[in-house]
């Protein structure tokens, strides 16, 4: 009986193991992730709502350029 489970155990372990094994991306894959949609500044108002957070937490370093703290006050 405990070997049946031994067995188990590690069948169910190396399946857990190998379904990790390949995590690159395939060559025909790629033409979904260069997509315009997919990148990161996708969204221009999203990246305008993001910049205009960001200096506004910055405001007493000048934005991104200088380093230094804002108060976050508007």
């Not at 957070?53 to 991104?64: D, L, M, P, V």
């Amino acid at each position: 009986m405990q070997s049946k489970i031994v067995k188990i155990f590690a069948s169910l372990l190396l399946i857990q193991l190998a379904s990790c094994a390949s995590l690159g991306v395939q060559p025909w894959e790629r033409d979904l992730l260069a997509k315009d949609e997919m990148a990161l500044d996708a969204e221009k108002l999203d990246l305008a709502l993001d910049d205009h957070i960001y200096f506004s937490k910055e405001a007493t370093s000048g934005g991104r350029a200088f380093a230094g703290g804002g108060c976050g006050c508007n």
